[in-house]
């Protein structure tokens, strides 16, 4: 998701102003080079109105006694108070939960009462009552708008931030981390991270972690996206930490290593990580490894022992190290000397793992490679946080929280100003003028809903591609102001896209909620579907691309039906089913007295389908012989697959619908050109007809670390090939681990399989992947708590039919046309909160029966 408004250190980090205090209390102007650790205290001073009911616990003082208490060293949060508002109310509460946090870092918090016979600056204008002022003694630091201290992590982050400018190093290009990385090396190691934006709780956590360690690390901190993408990390979604080894460094030509923090960003877990990077490397012992304990052990880590001798010490001791490397942050290392033991080791065992609790016998085992160790590991870690969030799940999913995640980043983007004036937005009142005047995207929407304000997001950004380009009108209606006319539409879940053009039933954007989807969608439907095309050399340029040129990179295929003049029924059977894939596929038809030229060019009898696949070069042909609208639709869709896809959380569905067995390469990273070589050749010698070859990358998609699990029960070596029979017993089947992935031993395995001579490995239970909570009509609920006759109808989903528009007062979607109370939409448009209260009274009813 976008980041929030941020406020970027840089701007006034060193801005010392005095304070409008009495004569006699004018302050020295003193400044600390930097900030230690409860070496100092701070004044964090809050101007707002006071409200009578907010929580009281603050220290209240009038304005003289405020500045008389102001010393150097000492901490203060002033809360000016001059008459009754309850628009402050939730920020107090939120500012008295800070109270605490901030205490333990020396910085306190009072609210002042602006009496009418003390004057002062802070109690003027409403504009000075929305700020909050940070001061050191006499000191102002900072002032914050109170918008952007939204909750307790937003006010901790921001005021630890502005006291640590010195620990801290806000950067926005990836020169300032490459001049930060030079200058630092032979001198200093580096804490970078990247949070998606200021005062959110991983920001929190960084300030947190930069104030206990600011000191003895350079911290660097971004929320610029394109520094994480520079790293080479590809799971960009979330918050990272890496760690940058820069003291060893002495030669500026060369790059610091770089160790990622795997863990999500919290205070604990940071803590946790520097620790670990603090630690020594690798460690030599020669003691029984039962006894050995180190720091990763009391920070919950394991520890792996490499066995040696005496005779192999230095190449175990350098396989050690490489081992060290790849778990540093993950596990301890240690090198354990066989020779000087007095304690029985196995003959055989070359590892030695020791888990983190107490009480648990070491684990004696016999790994060939790095890699196997290191997964080891991670198997171990993975199923350890698996554990966690059973137990923090006992209780059970709360029912009254659906898409909380969304909710969490939509409330954190709250601030975050969108350019909404690039699209249109519509009234009753306009809505069919507009629709009717030009073709237009319509983004139906609910204010109050998460979904619906994330999907809106993505909206405007699509604007934002197409400004100045597109003949498109986009346009938005908000459902909770005008119901009316999300009714008349059928919409009656959010968020829903439609579009309209003259003459035409709206058709309904089906596809994922993001904007490289539903940009496709719009782009795609600039065209008529099917082109009609008009020539022999029309025809070709349309086959190699070169007449929709700018649309290819949205149509990985594009589709010619051929036909006969006099192929009527044939024809309209494929237009239908150009209309159905409008918006996904490119279509086209030819039907000139000239067609059997191409007919015969392409080896193929009319009626034909001719498939050009860009990407690979190459144009297939297909006999449209007694196939219909229906097996038409298959057959493009079919088509537009990837031979060899990669399987995302996205596109997983699309490849499940073909009722196939899947064929899975678990790879850790990019695939291998061998392996994908080798199933590529049998696909095209037909051998995987009966199934879906496919690969998962585990760094793309990481829930297929979990899949694995759930397959083998600890994660194994990868790469990995495995078939899974999802839509017919539910079998596993893995193929053997001391085997090469080459051809001829796949379709050796295969065959087996065929045969019945191999052994599943698993077997997974039938269960249907349902959401976990149902949708609801949101409009139907409205209207129930409206006319007092709340409703149980929880339709799931609803089909629109193709309706001709004859209304040309206001262009409806007639499927399910409901009828709405009289002075329902005044009611709703004026009082939203009133209604919205009963709606979601009534949804945890209906929960509760669930």
């Known amino acids: 998701m976008p980041t929030l408004a941020r406020y970027c250190p840089g701007q006034q980090n060193t801005a010392v102003n005095k304070i409008d205090s009495p004569a006699h209390m004018q302050p020295q102007l003193m400044m600390s080079s930097s900030f230690k650790v409860l070496r100092v205290g701070i004044s964090f001073v809050m101007m707002c109105i006071f409200y009578m009911s907010a929580v009281d616990s603050l220290p209240e003082l009038s304005p003289q006694k405020f500045f008389s208490t102001l010393q150097p060293g000492k901490a203060t949060l002033a809360y000016f108070c001059q008459a009754d508002s309850p628009s402050t109310s939730i920020f107090l509460e939120e500012l008295n939960e800070a109270d605490k946090p901030l205490q333990d870092y020396g910085i306190s918090v009072t609210k002042v009462n602006c009496v009418t016979e003390e004057t002062s600056r802070y109690c003027g204008s409403e504009k000075d009552l929305m700020k909050a002022y940070l001061f050191r003694g006499h000191i102002l630091l900072r002032e914050f708008p109170t918008d952007t201290l939204f909750d307790v992590d937003a006010i901790v982050a921001h005021v630890l931030f502005a006291l640590l400018f010195n620990e801290v190093k806000y950067i926005t290009t990836l020169e300032d981390l490459q001049n930060t990385e030079n200058a630092l090396k032979g001198k200093a190691n580096i804490a970078f991270s990247y949070v998606r934006a200021i005062g959110t709780p991983e920001h929190r956590a960084v300030m947190e972690a930069a104030f206990v360690y600011g000191t003895t690390y350079q911290f660097v901190l971004t929320t610029e996206i394109a520094l994480l993408e520079s790293t080479g990390t590809e799971d960009i979604e979330y918050a990272h930490l890496y760690f940058f080894h820069c003291k060893p460094v002495l030669d500026l030509t060369q790059q610091c290593r770089r160790t990622l923090m795997e863990q999500s960003l919290t205070t604990l877990n940071i803590h946790r990580f520097i620790k670990t990077m603090e630690a020594p490397l690798l460690t030599e012992v020669a003691e029984d490894p039962q006894q050995v304990s180190t720091v990763h052990l009391q920070l919950g880590l394991p520890l792996v022992f490499i066995v040696s001798q005496q005779a192999t010490y230095e190449a175990d001791r350098t396989t050690a190290e490489w081992v060290a490397w790849r778990l540093l ?16 080791i196995p003959q055989n065992a070359n590892v030695v793992f020791k888990r983190a609790e107490e009480g648990v016998p070491v684990e004696f085992l016999v790994l060939n490679n790095i890699d196997l160790i290191v997964s080891r590991v991670e198997s171990n870690m993975h199923i350890e946080e698996m554990h966690e969030d059973e137990d923090n799940d006992i209780e059970g999913p709360d029912m009254d929280i659906q898409d909380d995640e969304v909710a969490e980043t939509v409330y954190r983007d709250r601030k975050r100003q969108l350019p909404l004036e690039l699209t249109v937005e519509l009234t009753e ?59 008349k539409q059928n919409v009656t879940e959010f968020p829903v896209v439609k579009m309209y053009k003259e003459g035409e039933n709206p058709v309904s954007y089906a596809g994922m909620l993001g904007t490289e989807d539903l940009l496709k969608f719009i782009q795609l439907n600039r065209i008529s579907c099917p082109v009609n095309i008009t020539s022999v050399q029309e025809a070709e340029e349309y086959l190699s691309g070169k007449l929709h040129k700018d649309l290819i990179s949205y149509s990985s295929v594009s589709v010619l039906g051929l036909f006969s003049p006099t192929m009527t029924t044939e024809k309209e059977e494929f237009t239908e089913a150009g209309n159905y894939l409008k918006g996904c596929v490119i279509t086209g038809i030819y039907s000139e007295e000239d067609v059997l030229t191409l007919s015969n060019k392409y080896a193929v009898t009319l009626p034909a389908l001719l498939l050009a696949r860009h990407k690979e070069g190459k144009i297939e042909s297909i006999s449209l012989a007694n196939v219909h609208t229906q097996e038409i639709v298959q057959i493009i869709t079919n088509a537009s697959l990837e031979t060899f ?99 001829q031993n796949l379709l050796l395995w ?61 262009p409806e979607d007639k499927s399910a046309i409901r009828n709405e109370p009289t002075g329902t939409l005044r009611t709703k448009h004026w009082n939203r909160s009133n209604w919205f209260e009963e709606a979601k009274k009534q949804y945890r009813h209906d929960n509760k029966e669930l």
């Open 750 to 810: 295969l065959k087996k399989l065929e045969a019945g001579l191999e052994s599943h490995i698993k077997i997974l239970p039938a269960q249907k992947w349902k959401p976990p909570l149902p949708a609801y009509d949101f409009l139907s609920m409205m209207d129930a708590a409206t006319s007092q006759h709340p409703t149980r109808k929880v339709p799931e989903c609803i089909k629109e039919t193709d309706v001709q528009e004859n209304d040309k007062e206001q």
């Open 429 to 487: 009142e306009t809505f069919n003028a507009t629709v009717t005047a030009s073709d237009s995207i319509v983004l139906f929407y609910a204010g109050w809903q998460a979904v619906s304000m994330a999907f809106l997001q993505s909206y405007i950004d699509v604007a934002i591609k197409l400004k100045g380009t597109s003949t498109m009108l986009l346009t938005r209606v908000n459902c909770a102001d005008w119901s009316h006319v999300c009714a």
């Open 329 to 344: 942050g993950k596990a301890g290392v240690l090198l354990l000397l066989r020779d000087s033991l007095e304690v029985d």
């Open 645 to 743: 896809p990669e399987i995302t959380v996205e596109n997983l569905p699309t490849y499940l619908r073909l009722q196939k067995p899947l064929l899975i390469l678990f790879s850790d990273g990019s695939i291998n050109s061998q392996h994908k070589k080798a199933i590529l050749m049998l696909v095209k010698e037909k051998h995987l007809d009966s199934l879906t070859p496919c690969w998962l990358n585990l760094k793309n998609t990481p829930v297929g670390r979990g899949i694995l699990q759930a397959y083998f029960d600890t994660l194994p070596p990868l790469p990995l090939l495995a078939v899974v029979n999802l839509h017919s017993g539910g079998q596993v089947f893995a193929f053997p681990s001391d085997q090469a992935i080459t051809e």
